[in-house]
C-alpha cells in the first residue's frame, strides 16, 4: 500500500441507543492515495461525518480495518490514537475551535506543547505557517480581533503546524461568506498542489468542485465516486472578482 494513504476495507461503526442499534457505516471500503484532493457528500445521517471521525482517529469502529500510512490503526489503543492524531492529523473544523484569549500565534502553537517541542520550536513554526496563510500581521490578534476568515486562516495554520500527512476539513467554509469561502477554498487547492492530502466533509456542491474526486454517502455507504470533471480554481475566480470589482470603480 506504498501508493496509498487511507486504506479502509468494509469498514462499519454501530452504536447503541437504548435497544436500538444504530449502524451508521455500513462496511465501506475505499482507498485515498498521497496528494489527493477529496470531497465527502451525502445528507444528514448519511455517515460521512461518522467515516471522517473514523479516518481522523476521533473514533474507533465496530468492524473492518482501516490503514492510514501504511499503518492499521483500526487496532489501535486510545493512547496510540490521540499519538496518531497529533503527528500524522491536521483538523480544521466550522466553528474555528480556537482558544478565545489566547493569541493567534499561541493558538497555532498548541499542538506543538504535545510533541515536546521547545518555546524557540513552537514559535518558529508557527510564526511560519500563519505567514504561510497570509496572516503575519495579525499573530498576536486573540479571535475576537479577527475575522470568521481569518480565524479560519489561523485553525488551518494550527492543524499545518505538525507538518501532517493528511488534513481534515469539517465544512470548512460553512460559517463564512461566499467571498470569504473561496478564499479558504484557494488556500486549501495550494496546499494540495504543494502535495498535501486533503479530505473536506461539505453538503455543497460548488464547495466539493474545488476538490479533485468526490465521494458520495448515503445510509452508511459509498453510493459514488467520481473525479471532479468540471473542477473550479479559486484563484481565477478571486482574479475574476477582483477584476470586476476594479471596473466597477
Not at 500500500?1 to 442499534?21: C, F, H, K, P, W
Not at 448515503?218 to 459514488?224: F, H, L
Request: one cysteine or more; charged letters at 20%; hydrophobic letters at 45%.
Amino acid at each position: 500500500m506504498a501508493d496509498v494513504l487511507i486504506q479502509t476495507e468494509e469498514l462499519s461503526r454501530a452504536y447503541q441507543l437504548g435497544d436500538n442499534e444504530v449502524r451508521a457505516l455500513r462496511g465501506v471500503s475505499l482507498a485515498i492515495a498521497p496528494g489527493e484532493f477529496v470531497a465527502v457528500m451525502g445528507p444528514s445521517g448519511s455517515g460521512k461525518s461518522t467515516f471522517m471521525n473514523l479516518v481522523g482517529c476521533l473514533d474507533r469502529p465496530t468492524g473492518g480495518a482501516y490503514w492510514l500510512d501504511n499503518e492499521n490503526v483500526a487496532e489501535l489503543d486510545t493512547d496510540a490514537l490521540a499519538a496518531i492524531r497529533n503527528s500524522k492529523i491536521g483538523f480544521v473544523f466550522q466553528t474555528f475551535n480556537l482558544l478565545a484569549r489566547t493569541s493567534a500565534l499561541q493558538n497555532v502553537e498548541m499542538p506543538l506543547l504535545y510533541s515536546g517541542a521547545s518555546a524557540a520550536a513552537r514559535r518558529d513554526a508557527a510564526t511560519a505557517r500563519l505567514t504561510d496563510v497570509g496572516l503575519a500581521e495579525r499573530m498576536d490578534h486573540t479571535p475576537s480581533q479577527l475575522s470568521g476568515g481569518q480565524q479560519q486562516r489561523v485553525a488551518i495554520a494550527r492543524a499545518l503546524v505538525n507538518d501532517p500527512v493528511l488534513l481534515l476539513a469539517d465544512e470548512p467554509t460553512g460559517a463564512l461568506d461566499s467571498l470569504t469561502g473561496v478564499e479558504i477554498m484557494a488556500i486549501f487547492q495550494d496546499l494540495n498542489a504543494a502535495g498535501i492530502t486533503i479530505v473536506i466533509v461539505t453538503h455543497e456542491p460548488d464547495i466539493a468542485r474545488y476538490a479533485k474526486r468526490v465521494v458520495t454517502f448515503r445510509d452508511g455507504v459509498v453510493t459514488d465516486d467520481e473525479p471532479v470533471t468540471d473542477r473550479l480554481s479559486a484563484r481565477d475566480i478571486l482574479e475574476t472578482w477582483n477584476d470586476t470589482a476594479e471596473a466597477a470603480q
